[in-house]
Structure formats: structure tokens, C-alpha cells
Nanobody, 122 residues
Framework: QVQLVESGGGLVQAGGSLRLSCAAS????????MGWFRQAPGKEREFVAT????????SYADSVKGRFTISRDNAKNTVYLQMNSLNPEDTAVYYC???????????????WGQGTQVTVSS
């Protein structure tokens, strides 16, 4: 079992930055691929970024590539999402998720946090 708790959301002006954190319980954090997803009002949840067990491999949605950076600290059982150059289209609830699979599809993410709201004003 893995429990995930996100933090760091808030209100920011367009062009600003935020860093989200996701703290995980359990001693097997390093064996999970971690992902960030987001869901805007009236839209489906979408993939944002993912990071491998060791942190050596990352991937991003095209919409955030070059602006967002995912990282992890296995010693602290925490995954981060640094978000720069935010725009109003980034407004959403952001969720972190964990998967035991090395190349997970959406359905392979077994554990989810409760989400943190990010609002970008224009």
C-alpha cells in the first residue's frame, strides 16, 4: 500500500512558477514509477509527466514540455513537479500517482493522491 499526499498548489499569475510535492508513505517508494496528472473543470484527467524508479528517465506531455520538470528524492519518499511559465490553461487539480510497472499505462497507476488545486490567473 502506498498513500500519497500532494501539496504546493495555489493561485499564481500567468508567467509565474509553482512547485508541487507529493509525499508517499511506505518503504517501497523507490520501486514505483511516479506520475503527475491533472484535471481541469469539465475535462478528463490527463497525463502531465512521469519519472522512473531511479529518476533517470522522464517523459512529459507536449503541452508542458520545456516548462515543467518532474523529479524525485527516494530518500525523502517525495516526487516533485516544478512548473514554470504557467498559463491559464494549466489551471487544474493536479494529482500524483504511483505504479509498480516499469512502463505504466493510465490503468496501471494503482495509487492516487487527493489532488491539489493550481489556479493561474491571466
Amino acid at each position: 500500500q502506498v498513500q500519497l499526499v500532494e501539496s504546493g498548489g495555489g493561485l499564481v499569475q500567468a508567467g509565474g512558477s509553482l512547485r508541487l510535492s507529493c509525499a508517499a508513505s511506505g518503504r517501497t517508494f523507490s520501486s514505483y514509477v511516479m506520475g503527475w496528472f491533472r484535471q481541469a473543470p469539465g475535462k478528463e484527467r490527463e497525463f502531465v509527466a512521469t519519472i522512473s524508479w531511479s529518476g533517470g528517465r522522464t517523459s512529459y506531455a507536449d503541452s508542458v514540455k520545456g516548462r515543467f520538470t518532474i523529479s524525485r528524492d527516494n530518500a525523502k519518499n517525495t516526487v516533485y513537479l516544478q512548473m514554470n511559465s504557467l498559463n491559464p490553461e494549466d489551471t487544474a487539480v493536479y494529482y500524483c500517482a504511483a505504479s509498480p510497472k516499469s512502463v505504466p499505462f493510465y490503468a496501471d497507476y494503482n495509487y492516487w493522491g487527493q489532488g491539489t488545486q493550481v489556479t493561474v490567473s491571466s
